[in-house]
Structures are given as C-alpha cells and as structure tokens.
C-alpha cells in the first residue's frame, strides 16, 4: 500500500519546544518534529507528543503524567499504524532530586524502547522502528541565581555519558540511535532548552537517518514510497 509514513516524536519540553525561559513554545517552522516532517518532503507525518516534565519512567512529584512508561502505549496505539517511535527523553531523569546514575537512566530507556517493541494490540498492525535519541547535554545557566542552577546540579555530568549507555541499548535491542548532542546545544538561558536554530538542526539532521530506516523517497532516492507492514 502507497501511503505516507507515520512517525510519533516522543519527548519532553525540548519535544515540545519550549522556549527558554518563557512558558511559550517555538512556531512551527522551528520545533524539530515540525521541521523533520517538511524535511521528509510530504512522505512522513510526524505526530509531536511532547510534554514539559516528561521522564522515561520515574513521575514527577509536583505533575501528574509525566511517566513516559505509563503512557507511551496509549499514544502508540492512539496514533497506529506507525512506522517509527523517536524517543528523545532524559534529561529531567538526570535532575538532582531523582539521584539516578546514567547507567539506570538507560536502563530505563531500555524498557522503553522495548514498550515500543512489543507486538501490537490489533492483529496485524506494524511493529514500528525504534530510533532512540541522545538528548543535548544540559549546562549550567549564565545566571548563577537561576533556579536551574539547583534542580539540574550534577546533571551536565550524568548527560555526558548518557550517548554511550543509549547507543549500547540501542545495539542490545535492534533499535536505531542518534546523538542529539552533535548537532545541538542548549541555551545558556536556562541552560536545558534549545533556541531557534538549535531545535531546528535537531530535525534537519534526523531526516536522513529516518530515510535510512524508512527507505522514504527523498529527492535522491526515486519516486514512490511503499511501506510494507512490518508485522513481529
């Protein structure tokens, strides 16, 4: 069947795009999902499902739904059949008050990917691709009073390591891996989120490792697009 291929961008704030600073998030033209699909030249959609707080599997204590564990099969039954699961998650894991190793975080984002991995509830449908992603390593703010200074303390030197556990699961399961940090790097605003330009090189650089997964028909690569089901 010739049809567009469906991608769920699954992350937090930096999913979601949210402007340092400000309870406001980039335009369209900015966020990479957004950017990701208009790169894909109209042979992907790309579903954002991103969420400001959002941890791989632990809950924030002040915000309810923030488990991406918990919810992520719903989204992904929600929006089936998909052809790829992106997953861009771990930064608020790695903040102070969760005193998690970068080693536990990845084994959380293990169990993840896996939820993503799993036969699905309607026989039939497609077992879609993994492609886990390796978010921007935090920083600390230009603004040594900023309240990111004491939430995010230590968490520049856990997210350093996290590209090598992330890739090693990645490996361990048969997912696909992209190291966000190589392209990107947040703002020293706030020291966790990415401005304009920065969000933007996210997606332009994940369209050609999704045409790789894909095989979508991107200007090099000839005219049709058919995504057969991947079923198991």
């Given at each position: 069947?010739?049809?567009?291929?469906?991608?769920?961008?699954?992350?937090?704030?930096?999913?979601?795009?949210?402007?340092?600073?400000?309870?406001?998030?980039?335009?369209?033209?900015v966020r990479w999902p957004r950017v990701l699909e208009k790169a894909l030249g109209g042979y992907a959609m790309v579903i954002e499902e991103g969420l400001n707080g959002r941890r791989i599997a632990l809950e924030d204590p002040l915000r309810p739904y923030r488990s991406g564990i918990s919810l992520l099969p719903l989204f992904i039954e929600c929006h089936a059949p998909?052809?790829?699961?992106?997953?861009?998650?771990?930064?608020?894991?790695?903040?102070?008050?969760?005193?998690?190793?970068?080693?536990?975080?990845?084994?959380?984002?293990?169990?993840?990917?896996?939820?993503?991995?799993?036969?699905?509830?309607?026989?039939?449908?497609?077992?879609?691709?993994?492609?886990?992603?390796?978010?921007?390593?935090?920083?600390?703010?230009?603004?040594?009073?900023?309240?990111?200074?004491?939430?995010?303390?230590?968490?520049?030197?856990?997210?350093?390591?996290?590209?090598?556990?992330?890739?090693?699961?990645?490996?361990?399961?048969?997912?696909?891996?992209?190291?966000?940090?190589?392209?990107?790097?947040?703002?020293?605003?706030?020291?966790?989120?990415?401005?304009?330009?920065?969000?933007?090189?996210?997606?332009?650089?994940?369209?050609?490792?999704?045409?790789?997964?894909?095989?979508?028909?991107?200007?090099?690569?000839?005219?049709?697009?058919?995504?057969?089901?991947?079923?198991?």
């Amino acid at each position: 069947m010739t049809r567009q291929a469906r991608i769920l961008a699954f992350g937090d704030s930096l999913t979601w795009g949210r402007i340092a600073n400000r309870p406001e998030r980039h335009g369209d033209d900015v966020r990479w999902p957004r950017v990701l699909e208009k790169a894909l030249g109209g042979y992907a959609m790309v579903i954002e499902e991103g969420l400001n707080g959002r941890r791989i599997a632990l809950e924030d204590p002040l915000r309810p739904y923030r488990s991406g564990i918990s919810l992520l099969p719903l989204f992904i039954e929600c929006h089936a059949p998909l052809d790829l699961v992106i997953l861009m998650l771990g930064t608020n894991d790695c903040q102070r008050q969760h005193s998690l190793a970068p080693y536990d975080v990845a084994r959380s984002m293990r169990m993840l990917a896996q939820v993503a991995q799993r036969p699905p509830v309607e026989p039939g449908m497609p077992v879609p691709e993994v492609l886990i992603v390796a978010p921007p390593v935090v920083r600390m703010p230009d603004d040594p009073d900023h309240e990111a200074n004491f939430f995010m303390e230590g968490a520049p030197e856990k997210m350093a390591l996290l590209a090598t556990y992330y890739r090693r699961i990645a490996d361990e399961i048969g997912a696909s891996f992209f190291d966000a940090a190589k392209v990107a790097t947040v703002t020293g605003e706030d020291g966790i989120h990415l401005d304009a330009d920065n969000t933007r090189a996210i997606g332009l650089a994940l369209a050609p490792v999704v045409d790789g997964l894909l095989g979508l028909p991107l200007p090099a690569r000839g005219p049709a697009l058919r995504i057969a089901g991947r079923v198991g």
